[in-house]
């Protein structure tokens, strides 16, 4: 650090950290013309990721006596595959697929919280490149556009249900019939967008919000150890080490509601109002 410069504050430090890489600042808050860059790369990174766990598990998958890492997929699997079987009433040859595959990647993408906030921004100046890299992000889900884009998916995969099993002419209508009646269609339409829109809305934003306080928290929990006290020093360590164990449990905990809502809302286009 040069004379010239300075020790960032409390609140540059966790505006650096809580800013994107992004393709343009942006100018406004709603700005569909910009790609967070680190939130799509990791988003990518953990979906590789966990496909290649699974597909491991499935080629290494054995008649016999399973080991440790089988075992674990297998206890996995068939909790999906429980908790898929009392919620959705119909063919679940996809969906239980599609359940486990949400579960591992929210709980990846979840997972990258445990790394050490300062680790890219170091590694970024040790290579040279912190001029390329301003700003980056580690965890999509604490990224608002990361878990509204997943809840938009799920989003679609409502509609295709209702229209699959409902047919296109059941599904228009159920929405001017329900839940009042057809002589109410105005008013059934417009309830029924509402609650599309808050299924989707609300699932993006529980797990946006876990994610973002996470993230936050562990910003603050750094910023104590930076004190450089023995007061700082020991807090840093306890607060941080109590912080990080627990946090283990949102990770998992926050994949599971997820995934346990995809499975929900899912069943619920299976069934007629």
Same mark, same amino acid.
């Given at each position: 650090?040069?004379?010239?410069?300075?020790?960032?504050?409390?609140?540059?430090?966790?505006?650096?950290?809580?800013?994107?890489?992004?393709?343009?600042?942006?100018?406004?808050?709603?700005?569909?013309?910009?790609?967070?860059?680190?939130?799509?790369?990791?988003?990518?990174?953990?979906?590789?990721?966990?496909?290649?766990?699974?597909?491991?598990?499935?080629?290494?998958?054995?008649?016999?006596?399973?080991?440790?890492?089988?075992?674990?997929?297998?206890?996995?699997?068939?909790?999906?595959?429980?908790?898929?079987?009392?919620?959705?009433?119909?063919?679940?040859?996809?969906?239980?697929?599609?359940?486990?595959?949400?579960?591992?990647?929210?709980?990846?993408?979840?997972?990258?919280?445990?790394?050490?906030?300062?680790?890219?921004?170091?590694?970024?100046?040790?290579?040279?490149?912190?001029?390329?890299?301003?700003?980056?992000?580690?965890?999509?889900?604490?990224?608002?556009?990361?878990?509204?884009?997943?809840?938009?998916?799920?989003?679609?995969?409502?509609?295709?249900?209702?229209?699959?099993?409902?047919?296109?002419? +059941?599904? %228009?209508?159920? *929405?001017?019939? @329900?839940?009042? !009646?057809?002589?109410?269609? &105005? =008013?059934?339409? #417009?309830l029924q967008v509402i609650e599309f829109a808050a299924k989707?809305?609300?699932?993006?934003?529980?797990?946006?919000?876990?994610?973002?306080? +996470?993230? %936050?928290?562990? *910003?603050?929990? @750094?910023?104590? !150890?930076?004190?450089?006290? &023995? =007061?700082?020093? #020991?807090?840093?360590?306890?607060?941080?080490?109590?912080?990080?164990?627990?946090?283990?449990?949102?990770?998992?905990?926050?994949?599971?509601?997820?995934?346990?809502?995809? *499975?929900?809302?899912?069943?619920?286009?299976?069934?007629?109002?």
């Amino acid at each position: 650090m040069s004379a010239t410069e300075h020790a960032p504050t409390a609140s540059e430090y966790i505006v650096h950290h809580l800013g994107h890489f992004s393709t343009k600042h942006q100018a406004s808050i709603v700005d569909f013309s910009i790609f967070n860059m680190d939130t799509i790369f990791w988003s990518i990174f953990c979906g590789v990721v966990g496909s290649l766990v699974l597909w491991l598990a499935a080629r290494k998958a054995t008649s016999g006596v399973p080991g440790r890492f089988q075992a674990a997929v297998e206890i996995l699997v068939e909790m999906v595959e429980e908790q898929s079987k009392g919620i959705v009433h119909g063919d679940r040859s996809f969906i239980a697929p599609l359940a486990l595959t949400v579960f591992v990647w929210v709980a990846l993408m979840n997972s990258l919280d445990f790394l050490p906030v300062d680790m890219f921004s170091a590694l970024f100046a040790f290579f040279g490149v912190e001029h390329i890299f301003p700003h980056h992000r580690v965890v999509p889900t604490a990224d608002l556009n990361g878990t509204i884009g997943i809840s938009f998916g799920v989003l679609l995969l409502m509609l295709y249900y209702s229209v699959k099993i409902k047919g296109l002419g +059941g599904f %228009l209508h159920e *929405l001017v019939s @329900a839940p009042f !009646g057809i002589k109410m269609a &105005p =008013f059934n339409l #417009i309830l029924q967008v509402i609650e599309f829109a808050a299924k989707t809305v609300s699932l993006g934003m529980r797990l946006f919000g876990n994610m973002f306080a +996470g993230e %936050l928290l562990f *910003l603050l929990i @750094a910023l104590l !150890g930076a004190m450089a006290t &023995p =007061f700082g020093v #020991i807090g840093h360590t306890i607060a941080g080490s109590i912080w990080a164990i627990f946090h283990i449990l949102i990770v998992f905990l926050q994949a599971f509601i997820f995934m346990m809502l995809t *499975l929900v809302y899912i069943g619920q286009a299976h069934d007629a109002h």
